[in-house]
């Protein structure tokens, strides 16, 4: 039985989740990211206290 491989993720941008404006300028980079064929979306790294915009690749 062939093991599934699960996507890994790449990092394209963090944002300090400190800012006045929370996650709102991740969110705008990762609309901006969607907008030019990119699956992107965003998460919080709780570790470092960031959000990252991440889109999923696949190992090779």
């Known amino acids: 039985m ?4 699960r996507p ?3 990092v394209l941008e963090r944002f ?5 404006r929370g996650s709102w300028p991740a969110e705008e980079y990762a609309a901006a990211q969607r ?3 990119t ?6 790294d709780l570790r470092t206290d960031q959000f ?5 690749t696949i190992p090779q």
């Open 39 to 44: 699956n992107a979306q965003v998460v919080m």
């Open 16 to 20: 300090p989740a400190g800012s006045p």
């Open 35 to 37: 907008a030019q064929g």
């Open 52 to 56: 990252l915009v991440v889109t999923d």
């Open 2 to 5: 062939a093991a599934a491989t």
């Open 8 to 10: 890994s993720r790449t």
